[in-house]
């Protein structure tokens, strides 16, 4: 079986977007927001290089609130993928899981309250299917409260980063005594983390 970490998007690859008006609530819905956080691409390779599997995993409720299409979506992701090649040809997704679901939209067919959406565990499951992956060895990362929840109920180990919202998150994580494995500064800083762990076990 395969070992993989499971990364957020938002605020752990991609810059967090500041809200411009209460509708957009710091939603990314443009291409031209689009911008890797430092180190990412090199973070990536790395997890890779290492033996895992990179997957992201990423809540996209902004789609449930019609601010955004899953063609647009698809953009903004292709927009990703070319930055991520232009800093680092070798720093390859394996897989990316998407929820378009919030039980609060607009938009009926996504209006409901989805096992797909984090701290479900839906897209790690899925992903856990198509790439053989055993959990027990593997990795959420992220700066979300979400993220870390999702990590504890699918009995991952879990890396919070502080880009993006994690201040916030390592607060109300606390609050509510979830596993919190490191604190990494960033993406990079997780990644050399498990490396160093990994060397540890030989």
């Not at 990179?54 to 292709?78: C, F, M, V, W, Y």
């Not at 993406?187 to 983390?193: F, N, Q, T």
Request: neutral net charge.
């Amino acid at each position: 079986m395969n070992k993989a970490v499971f990364l957020d998007r938002d605020g752990t690859i991609l810059k967090e977007i500041e809200g411009t008006s209460p509708e957009t609530l710091g939603y990314l819905i443009n291409v031209q927001q689009v911008e890797l956080i430092p180190g990412a691409a090199e973070a990536i390779e790395l997890a890779r290089n290492i033996g895992y599997k990179t997957i992201i995993i990423t809540n996209q409720s902004a789609i449930a609130r019609g601010l955004l299409t899953e063609n647009d979506l698809e953009k903004i992701h292709s927009k990703m993928y070319r930055l991520l090649k232009e800093q680092n040809p070798r720093a390859i997704i394996d897989g990316l899981f998407y929820s378009p679901y919030y039980k609060e939209g607009i938009i009926e067919k996504y209006s409901i309250d989805s096992p797909q959406r984090k701290p479900d565990i839906g897209m790690i499951l899925d992903a856990q299917k198509k790439h053989d992956i055993d959990l027990s060895k593997s990795y959420m990362l992220g700066d979300a409260y979400s993220d870390i929840k999702c990590g504890n109920n699918a009995g991952l180990n879990n890396i919070l980063v502080m880009t993006g919202y994690g201040k916030i998150a390592y607060r109300k994580c606390l609050d509510e005594n979830l596993k919190i494995n490191f604190i990494a500064s960033n993406l990079l800083e997780a990644v050399h983390y498990i490396q160093e762990i990994d060397a540890k076990k030989k």
